[in-house]
């Protein structure tokens, strides 16, 4: 793939770290590296088109390249957070070094000291786990909701972000990002993840989603592992939990391609933490007019982050989360002038604010679904993070009280 803008790798590299990390977007995976540099806001307005928005704002290529980055939340009455770069560059192969140097070794003894706070108590998460299987009992035609916690980490020292991003590179089943966030308080923010879930590219005609559902921790066991992966296969509720997102995705892509399938069915998908079921599915589009932004819009959030019926389930996270989700479960991404570009679940991730950082979690809920089970599936799911922090799994949670 060819490079895409004037810079270099000697000038992508050269950056200064803690500055560059607060206005450059990057995107380490599927093959290639995605860079944009000196990136500046876009004005987005809630309820208005985010398609108009969005063709308008790349229509004005002044001051930068023909290209939007950036964010869109959870809560898609939110506005997006869209960036203009200055500069951008495609290329292949993984390489968290591109963004922001390579930084230097880190000793063990060298991680900041953290103090975790749980959002809520895995107690009280479990209870609303129950509360929606309880709920789902009453209304039979609410068959999933997904269920976040989120973790407050505190460190005595600023977060270094070029290292966390690396660290969470290493893993090639997962896509790393940074995408600075709107300033809060006058102090910057970035989001920081490593997500296996793709919610959809666009090149061309040719469309892609790969939605992933139902999970399982893997084991440094070999057999251990072995067992959550065949368990997970077998298991019919988290099957039922996958068919929701495939059908919903299928069912909003349908009216807008020619052709729409999911050549290999349903597969396992591994990442060094976790076991997923996936299910690839590939399209031609009618109308080339619908960008990469504007087929994320369509399909976000789907029953992966939120559940079935969509606005259903998302009064009942609403009203049982209790926090705002934010960035997280949301979707990054870029797109092109010409359409193209590609947008990833925001999963695995935080958000990051000097010594401080957010992290979430969430599994879903469908009938079937065991409390306990779930809060230990959203436990297995922070251990990516947590771990690219240099904070051990087991003394996190003991000292956020779980």
Known sequence: MMKTSEMTDREATALDAPAAALSSFVLVGAGETVVATGCRPVPVVAG??????????????????????????YDHAQPAHLLRPAG????????????????????????????????PSLA????????????????????KVVLARALRV?????????????????????????????SQGGAGRLLVGATPELLVS????????????????????PSL????????????????????????????????????????????????SMWHLGTRIVGRLHDTTLSSLDLAALLHPTPAVCGTPRDAAAAVIAELEGHDRGF???????????GDGAWYVALRCAEIAGNEARLHAGA???????????????????????????????IAFDGAAR
């Open 48 to 73: 208005v088109s985010l398609a108009r928005q969005a063709a308008d704002a790349l229509a004005d290529a002044r001051g930068g390249a023909a290209v939007l980055v950036g964010a869109l939340p």
């Open 225 to 272: 592992d072995r067992e959550a992966a065949e368990g997970l296969v077998a298991s019919a509720k988290d099957q039922r939990e996958h068919r929701e997102v495939v059908t919903a995705i299928l069912d909003q892509l349908a009216p807008h391609c020619r052709e729409l399938g999911t050549p290999e069915g349903t597969q396992i998908v591994s990442t060094a």
């Open 328 to 338: 997280y479960a949301g979707a990054v991404g870029w797109c092109e002038a010409n």
């Open 154 to 182: 505190a460190g005595d020292r600023p977060i270094d972000a070029r290292a966390l991003l690396g660290r969470l590179a290493e893993d090639p089943a997962a896509t790393a990002f940074c995408v600075p966030l709107p």
């Open 364 to 394: 879903g809920v469908v009938p079937g679904s065991d409390p306990v089970a779930e809060g230990e599936e959203t436990a297995a799911k922070f251990a990516a993070m947590l771990r690219a922090l240099g904070l051990d799994e087991a």
């Open 124 to 143: 009280a998460y479990q209870a609303a786990v129950a509360e929606a299987l309880a709920r789902m009992e009453r209304r039979p035609e609410l068959r």
């Open 88 to 119: 951008w560059s495609r290329q292949p192969g993984r390489s968290a070094a591109r963004a922001f140097g390579t930084p230097a070794l880190v000793r063990a003894d060298a991680y900041p000291r953290w103090q975790v706070t749980a959002e």
């Open 202 to 221: 666009r090149q061309g005609d040719a469309v892609l989603s790969h939605p992933l559902a139902g999970s399982a921790r893997r084991s440094a066991d």
